[in-house]
């Protein structure tokens, strides 16, 4: 699970301290604009990845952590080592994380090549959903993704709302399962139901912060149904 999920649960448990992250600033969502990436930003394209079971490869697009060509020309020549490299993401079996702006998708023995989106996003984690593949074999990446500039300084970064989005193995049915000005809290498989669950923050009394006086949201995906539409429970 992406850290920032676990920083936002343990606030959330804790909800007589106030949260600083600023939610929404609503004058600026009157006037919103598309934001458009700093074109002096490195963007650099991953070497594909394969996810063990599956019929594609995947190319990362995104932004390098910790690009320093001397350092990296003089690693690679020497052999050391220079802790510096031009990797967009860390991968940890099923779970990628990085600044990542776009995906391409390529099947096995094919030269066609399919990109996940047009829009401007930043994705900071996509997750194989495996507990799926094992019971019905469907194949589905999850996705958390700021997509909108929510606090009105003209960039895609932490300080805004993350939502969750889901498409196919392919990229294909992109969509985005969480609401409208939510943040999403955390979310988790439950394998015997074939089930995702996932809770959100909505700001309530609109005051541009989250505090306790807002709601918190629950939610499921039922990977048994042909259509996924998010449903909400109450407890």
Same mark, same amino acid.
């Given at each position: ?53 599956? *019929? ?59 990109? /996940? ?52 193995? *392919? ?12 943040? /999403?809290? *955390? ?49």
């Amino acid at each position: 699970m992406p850290k920032l999920f676990m920083i936002l649960s343990l606030i959330l448990l804790v909800a007589c301290k106030e949260k600083t992250k600023t939610a929404v600033n609503y004058d600026n969502l009157k006037s919103r604009t598309e934001v458009k990436r700093d074109s002096t930003t490195i963007i650099l394209e991953e070497l594909p990845i394969e996810i063990d079971s599956t *019929d594609y490869v995947i190319y990362i697009i995104g932004e390098p952590v910790n690009l320093h060509y001397g350092k990296i020309y003089s690693g690679l020549n020497s052999g050391s080592g220079s802790g510096e490299s031009f990797s967009i993401l860390n991968s940890y079996g099923s779970d990628i994380s990085g600044n990542i702006h776009n995906l391409k998708f390529q099947k096995l023995e094919s030269d066609d090549i399919t990109q /996940l989106t047009q829009r401007t996003l930043r994705i900071s984690s996509i997750s194989f959903l495996r507990d799926v593949f094992k019971v019905n074999k469907k194949q589905y990446l999850l996705y958390s993704v700021f997509d909108q500039d929510t606090n009105g300084d003209r960039k895609l970064n932490p300080e805004d709302l993350i939502s969750l989005y889901l498409s196919k193995i *392919d990229g294909s049915g992109f969509k985005k399962i969480t609401p409208e000005l939510h943040e /999403l809290i *955390d979310w988790k498989m439950i394998k015997i139901q074939n089930r995702l669950y996932y809770r959100t923050l909505e700001d309530v009394d609109k005051n541009g912060t989250f505090d306790q006086k807002d709601k918190v949201h629950y939610f499921f995906v039922d990977f048994d149904q042909d259509e996924l539409k998010p449903r909400e429970y109450n407890l």
